[in-house]
T-cell receptor, first 112, second 113 residues
Framework: QKEVEQNSGPLSVPEGAIASLNCTYS??????FFWYRQYSGKSPELIMF????GDKEDGRFTAQLNKASQYVSLLIRDSQPSDSATYLCAVFPDTGRRALTFGSGTRLQVQP | DGGITQSPKYLFRKEGQNVTLSCEQNLNHDAMYWYRQDPGQGLRLIYYSQIVNDFQKGDIAEGYSVSREKKESFPLTVTSAQKNPTAFYLC????????????FGPGTRLLVL
């Protein structure tokens, strides 16, 4: 069973701070990595994907990937109360099952 | 207006009853997926399909069945063999070449009476 691990939280940050969300994965051959945001009672929505080592920035969001350490993170700059949600990390394998494996998610709370 | 639709939004199942959840997409995606989410947990894969008339089991396929007769549609049946069906069911779709980003429908919440 390929695993994707996330700290369940809650991670609490003040408004305007940087929120740092982390994810580790066990399948060393994984090629694509995704971050989804899920508000309570709603379906996940894609925030970012990354497949090369290093950083990828999109607005207030930065995804970081380190394949050697099997680690992917999401930074949210200038956190807003509207960012309060559960953030799901997902990994797509190189071979085998052609579907995403999800972590259990980290709940983020941004305090006004 | 492209997207993924799921119906119904809420579904109630009685003991011993089979129920079917609908998932339709007009994104021209080849692949479709069904996930189950329990409170406070991540998504677990039930079934997925890469092409019409073909599908594969995921991690928790027991008690569920699917069909893929059309590219646009991937219905999920929750059978009476599924003893703990109460959950949030999510359908997703993606392309199958290149970066297979999955996009989700709004979900169906299944409750047992």
């Amino acid at each position: 069973q390929k695993e994707v691990e996330q700290n369940s939280g809650p991670l609490s940050v003040p408004e305007g701070a940087i929120a740092s969300l982390n994810c580790t994965y066990s399948d060393r051959g994984s090629q694509s990595f995704f971050w989804y945001r899920q508000y309570s009672g709603k379906s996940p929505e894609l925030i970012m994907f990354i497949y090369s080592n290093g950083d990828k920035e999109d607005g207030r969001f930065t995804a970081q990937l380190n394949k050697a350490s099997q680690y992917v993170s999401l930074l949210i700059r200038d956190s807003q109360p509207s960012d309060s949600a559960t953030y799901l990390c997902a990994v797509f394998p190189d071979t085998g099952r052609r579907a995403l494996t999800f972590g259990s998610g980290t709940r983020l709370q941004v305090q006004p | 207006d492209g997207g993924i639709t799921q119906s119904p939004k809420y579904l109630f199942r009685k003991e011993g009853q089979n129920v079917t959840l609908s998932c339709e997409q007009n994104l021209n995606h080849d692949a479709m997926y069904w996930y189950r989410q329990d409170p406070g947990q991540g998504l677990r894969l039930i079934y997925y399909s890469q092409i019409v008339n073909d599908f594969q089991k995921g991690d928790i396929a027991e008690g569920y069945s699917v069909s893929r007769e059309k590219k646009e549609s991937f219905p999920l049946t929750v059978t009476s063999a599924q003893k703990n069906p109460t959950a949030f069911y999510l359908c997703a779709s993606s392309i199958t070449k290149g970066l297979e980003t999955q996009y989700f429908g709004p979900g169906t919440r299944l409750l047992v009476l």
